[in-house]
């Protein structure tokens, strides 16, 4: 059995419907309650978030604190909760996911595991995304697996470059080493990624990914195509703050593959390329994106999507070129707010 001290960081923004869900999973850990706490940050939520979560504390045994960012003038957005739950936190371990989320009972177990055996100082977790059985929602499952799939296996190359908020880990000790959100506080996205690359880059061979089908965390695709860019809008925002060569490289692949791509179908519209070669182009490409799906779909229990990467690459090229290109203008709506990363490029995540 480990035994070391974790505090569970759970930053939220209007998520008074999915939260009691988290809790519920948190409170049926096989994890010892004794050893790990759940810190709920909120910032400033417009719906009944805190409400729900002092609800729960009334009734629970869990060691449970929440955290309204309003009590602390100044300080809005996920980092700045994020950079607070760190500073009151007690455990050894940062464990980090979202209020949306959905977690197995041997989540902490397998994390504190995994973290004693590896010493690392940051551990990426596995994450999947729920369907509701529509076209629309199967194509987000198998876009995302293969986010999780490149991820993990840039992690096992030893060149960190993606990793998700809704399932990571990392010790008090490294974010404190690495001065958290320091250089980047004014990209609102990226408390994830960000953090990862700063602990790489301190702590050579110290990020890990935790392939184990326990750790997976779960969370919903998103209901409205509105909703869907607006979200990817917000991830590609951060892609021209990322300072390692390596991660740039991986952004500007993707891109320009996809670019290729759209380059030939215009070239096949106006008579340049004949059919073969345009089915020949696509055909390599599904082959080569189906075999390492098919293996990542499978460990995240999720294998009977493959069926819908056929229907992704359709509008995969298109949706590429325009959340890259959105992105770039870092501004997007989310969760009721209006961000720009230039328009609070001042701000900071001090919390101490």
Not at 85 to 96: I, K, N, Y
Not at 119 to 143: K, T, Y
Request: hydrophobic residues 45%; aromatic residues 12%.
């Amino acid at each position: 059995m480990p035994q070391t001290q974790l505090s569970v960081l759970i930053p939220v923004r209007n998520e008074a419907a999915p939260i009691s869900d988290l809790l519920r999973d948190l409170e049926q850990q096989t994890y010892p309650k004794q050893n790990f706490e759940v810190l709920v940050m909120d910032d400033n939520s417009e719906d009944e978030t805190a409400a729900e979560v002092r609800a729960f504390q009334e009734k629970s045994n869990l060691s449970l604190r929440l955290i309204c960012l309003q009590d602390y003038p100044g300080l809005r957005q996920k980092k700045a909760a994020i950079t607070k739950g760190v500073a009151l936190a007690t455990g050894e371990l940062m464990v980090q996911t979202d209020g949306d989320c959905r977690v197995t009972p041997d989540w902490l177990f397998t994390l504190a595991q995994h973290y004693e055996r590896t010493h690392a100082r940051c551990i990426s977790g596995p994450v999947c995304l729920s369907s509701d059985g529509s076209w629309f929602e199967g194509m987000q499952v198998v876009e995302f697996a293969s986010l999780i799939g490149i991820g993990g296996a840039s992690i096992a190359l030893g060149k960190p470059n993606m990793c998700n908020g809704a399932n990571l880990a990392y010790s008090r000790q490294a974010f404190l080493e690495v001065q958290g959100f320091t250089g980047n506080a004014h990209v609102a996205s990226g408390d994830d990624e960000f953090l990862m690359h700063k602990i790489a880059d301190y702590y050579s061979g110290k990020v890990s990914f935790l392939k184990d089908k326990r750790a997976i965390v779960s969370t919903a695709a998103q209901k409205t195509i509105t909703a869907f860019f607006n979200q990817r809008i917000r991830w590609a925002s951060k892609w021209p703050n990322y300072s390692g060569w390596s991660v740039k490289l991986l952004a500007i692949l993707v891109f320009g593959v996809n670019f290729l791509l759209f380059l030939a179908f215009l070239a096949w519209l106006c008579g340049g390329l004949a059919n073969e070669q345009l089915a020949a182009l696509f055909g390599f490409k599904l082959s080569i994106d189906g075999i390492f799906l098919l293996s990542v779909l499978h460990f995240l229990n999720r294998k009977k999507y493959i069926f819908y990467l056929a229907p992704l690459q359709l509008v995969y090229i298109p949706y590429v070129l325009y959340t890259a290109l959105r992105g770039l203008r870092g501004t997007y709506h989310w969760k009721g707010r209006k961000v720009s990363n230039k328009a609070t490029k001042t701000s900071s995540p001090k919390a101490y």
